[in-house]
């Protein structure tokens, strides 16, 4: 007995002399890391902006964009005819595009239009199982969308590097930058006419990098956009779906069952369902190579003549 | 789950507690904590691979008892046997079946022959490689009467998936960590702080240098075609350091907070880059595989006993198949066997055991000999890396080809970028502090222990920051594919 509680003394007395250790080590680095967490936090960017702009007027936007970089860098809401709003970001897959919908559908009383562009490689892929999973982060910060129980997903410290949020840091709180991209409407304004890059070369490498070997994810996602035209239907809101323009370097080198899987999945959910319509601008002539910023994004000439484009369309299709 | 996450920042603590404080009066308590909380690590990867890891566990629990029950050797046989193609069967399907039906139907096509035996579709379970050794040396010494078998469950399932080690080692003996499990442990502040001190180092070698050395390695590997001799020379020696850094690190986190739950580890490496032959640095490198090959394979074929031809056959086998081991391409069988060509002439000429000690011992620096075997070995090893790093025979081939071209005497590229001038900088301080602890345990074990306690912790700092300063995304450890 007399030995027992000796241990269970000595236990105590070198545990407790560990956690006071541990707490005074550890204490100054847990400061600094909510510290950073706070500052990062409070710059604010596309999403934090989006997501303010959704939970203040969502329920004046009468058509709504949905998407990746495609609809992000595509369409320019400025030259829609009605209240328009591109809530599309870089790599936004559907699996989100669909989050964001629910998120804000109590709100949308007013909305007419949703668009959704569906590319070559938006039915194979979603964010969290691309090399772009770091960016789920910014719907859980900013958007309060959880998709994933990784905790670094919920922190903005630890998606990145500290030397990369350091930069950030100083780029914002002492050289005065702004981390937001898009314009009033969402429209990404970083693919500049004024520095368009080489569309031969981008080209072949890009088709590669969104071409899948695998594609187990089309049932699922083309799940999710049925649920969005479902949703849609319900409310009396069209759904525009479409595939964006892009260069013939880009086109030439898809890998064609891909391709023909998209496009007939595409006419098939227009068939099943009356409230959707897909056009199909992969090939469209009209957008020729100062239209491109790379070879599958325009820049803001090509976005202008591209919104436009399917302001008439979405309009003609309303009579 | 990855050491080197964030999720395990938040599981180390919780279960630490939960073993010290809740379970702490009861060693069977703390015993299924540690297994629960084991299983959990493992299903946090894949959780549909645990029942395999179950499934294992049980048969060799099972067949232990068997063996030491079974009162012929023809019933010991047996059930030795049994356990043995069991587990080497999963391992067989899980990891070399492909590659045995690609190799045997190619072998067909060169003899007119056509033979379609298809291949499987599955992913390889991770750590599969590590508790199948697990399991068989528990095996292996049951039926050498060397221990007796375990007849709780729940100590022998602790042996076998203990979390620290569950998916990349080092490779326990259960002569050495069984009775670890069996007897009460108590909590040791200075050895609580040792190991925390240990998982600092070798999350620094991973996140730090490995992490940061896999993206130039990578980059060279994966376009050799496109790089100048010298271009390759680095990726070389980048990927030479990268999988030092990758796996030691793993094994410093794994021993590390094995430690704080009590339990002490086998060691895994020892300054291997600091060897003077190549001997000495099998003695130094994944230290827990080498031991398990020589007790399992190399002792049992007649180990150095026999003439020059027996000693050179049993060497070539040993060093094939822990090739083989790392997995299924001709690639890892290469690089085995170039091992075993640089080890062949030591063993002939019986100085494969001339450099057991500490490289300089008690010294500041090597001496001239030394540091020229020394830098003779790094080279020789660099080079069976290339073929170890490479995706096939051909590329390994090529790679090399350009290796000793004109080119080679070229200017490196990335060399005018910042970031490479940092990663040889921290590469450089790195081995300064490896070579100055390389008589510990591990280089920091004794780093400013008597230095005043700001300047101590201003060094763990620096270590810290350095990791948060570089890290960001959760780069996957190497031989979590073995």
């Known amino acids: ?319 | 789950m990855l050491f080197n996450s964030i999720d395990f920042a938040f599981f180390l603590p919780i279960v630490f507690i939960l073993y010290w404080f809740v379970t702490y009066k009861n060693l069977r308590f703390q015993n299924v904590l540690l297994l629960v909380a084991s299983y959990f690590f493992y299903a946090c990867w894949d959780y549909r691979f645990l029942f395999l890891l179950v499934f294992s566990t049980f048969l060799d629990y099972l067949t232990g008892l068997k063996i030491h029950e079974a009162e012929s050797r023809k019933k010991k046989l047996f059930w030795l046997w049994l356990s043995i193609s069991v587990n080497l069967g999963f391992l067989g399907v899980f990891k070399y079946y492909n590659f045995f039906a690609s190799s045997f139907a190619n072998a067909l096509i060169h003899i007119g022959l056509k033979a379609n035996l298809g291949t499987i579709n599955v992913i390889l379970p991770v750590g599969i490689s590590f508790y199948t050794f697990h399991g068989l040396s528990y095996i292996l010494d049951i039926y050498k009467n060397k221990i007796k078998p375990v007849r709780d469950f729940i100590e022998y399932s602790v042996f076998v998936s203990f979390f620290p080690l569950l998916v990349a080692g080092p490779i326990e003996r259960a002569t050495h960590l069984l009775p670890q499990i069996q007897k009460k442990r108590y909590f040791d502040y200075s050895k609580a702080i040792d190991g925390l001190r240990q998982i600092l180092w070798g999350l620094f070698k991973k996140i730090v240098i490995a992490d940061n050395c896999a993206e130039y390695a990578n980059q060279i590997f994966n376009h050799s075609s496109d790089y100048s001799g010298s271009t390759l020379v680095l990726g070389a020696l980048f990927f030479t350091f990268q999988i030092y850094c990758d796996f030691s690190g793993y094994s410093d986190i794994a021993l590390g907070t094995a430690r704080i739950f009590g339990i002490e580890l086998l060691r895994n490496f020892a300054f291997p880059y600091f060897s003077r032959d190549i001997a000495e640095f099998w003695r130094r490198w994944h230290i827990s595989l080498s031991s398990w090959f020589r007790d399992y394979l190399y002792i049992p074929l007649g180990g150095s006993k026999g003439g020059a031809w027996f000693k050179v056959r049993n060497t070539l086998i040993i060093f094939v198949v822990s090739g083989f081991w790392h997995g299924a391409n001709l690639t890892f069988i290469v690089w085995g066997l170039l091992n075993a060509i640089y080890f062949i002439p030591l063993l002939l000429l019986n100085k494969n055991r001339t450099n057991l000690g500490i490289i300089a011992q008690g010294k500041c620096l090597p001496n001239f000999k030394e540091f020229l075997q020394m830098s003779f070995t790094f080279g020789i090893t660099v080079f069976a890396w290339i073929f170890f790093r490479a995706n096939s025979l051909e590329q390994a081939v090529n790679y090399i080809s350009g290796i000793f071209s004109k080119s080679t005497f070229s200017i490196p590229e990335f060399t005018g970028s910042e970031n490479f001038l940092s990663l040889v900088f921290l590469i450089f301080l790195f081995l300064i502090i490896e070579w100055v602890g390389r008589e510990q345990q591990y280089a920091i074990a004794k780093l400013g222990l008597n230095w005043y306690k700001p300047i101590r912790w201003a060094i763990y700092y620096s270590l810290i920051f350095a990791i948060f300063y570089y890290g960001g995304k959760e780069q996957q450890f190497i031989y979590f594919q073995f």
């Open chain 1, 1 to 319: 007995m007399v030995e027992k509680n000796n241990n269970l003394f000595i236990f105590n007395f070198k545990m407790r002399r560990f956690l006071i250790y541990c707490s005074a080590f550890l204490g100054p680095i847990i400061l600094t890391v909510l510290g950073l967490e706070f500052l990062l936090r409070n710059i604010p960017n596309d999403y934090s902006f989006k997501n303010g702009y959704l939970t203040k007027n969502s329920d004046r936007i009468q058509t709504l964009f949905l998407g990746s970089s495609h609809a992000f860098y595509d369409i320019n809401p400025e030259y829609m005819h009605t209240i328009s709003f591109n809530a599309a970001h870089v790599s936004q897959t559907l699996d989100l595009d669909f989050e964001i919908l629910m998120k804000y559908k109590k709100h949308f009383s007013k909305l007419k239009n949703i668009v959704i562009p569906v590319s070559y490689f938006s039915l194979f892929e979603q964010l969290g199982k691309t090399d772009e999973y770091w960016r789920l982060k910014n719907y859980s910060v900013y958007y309060n969308i959880h998709t994933t129980n990784k905790i670094a997903d919920y922190s903005e410290l630890l998606s990145y590097s500290l030397k990369i949020n350091l930069s950030r840091i100083d780029s914002y709180y002492f050289q005065g930058h702004s981390e937001i991209s898009c314009s009033n409407l969402g429209f990404g304004l970083k693919h500049n006419s004024k520095n368009n890059r080489d569309l031969i070369s981008s080209g072949p490498a890009t088709a590669q990098r969104h071409t899948y070997r695998d594609l187990s994810l089309y049932n699922e996602n083309l799940k999710i956009l049925s649920s969005i035209i479902e949703f849609a239907r319900k409310r009396n809101i069209q759904v525009f779906v479409f595939t964006p323009p892009a260069f013939h370097t880009y086109v030439k080198n898809l890998d064609t069952n891909q391709l023909n899987k998209t496009l007939s999945a595409m006419n098939e959910l227009q068939k099943k369902h009356n409230n959707c319509f897909y056009f199909n601008m992969l090939s469209d002539s009209v957008f020729t190579a100062k239209d491109f910023y790379d070879s599958d994004h325009l820049n803001e000439i090509g976005a202008e003549k591209f919104t436009i484009r399917m302001d008439r369309l979405i309009n003609n299709f309303r009579k």
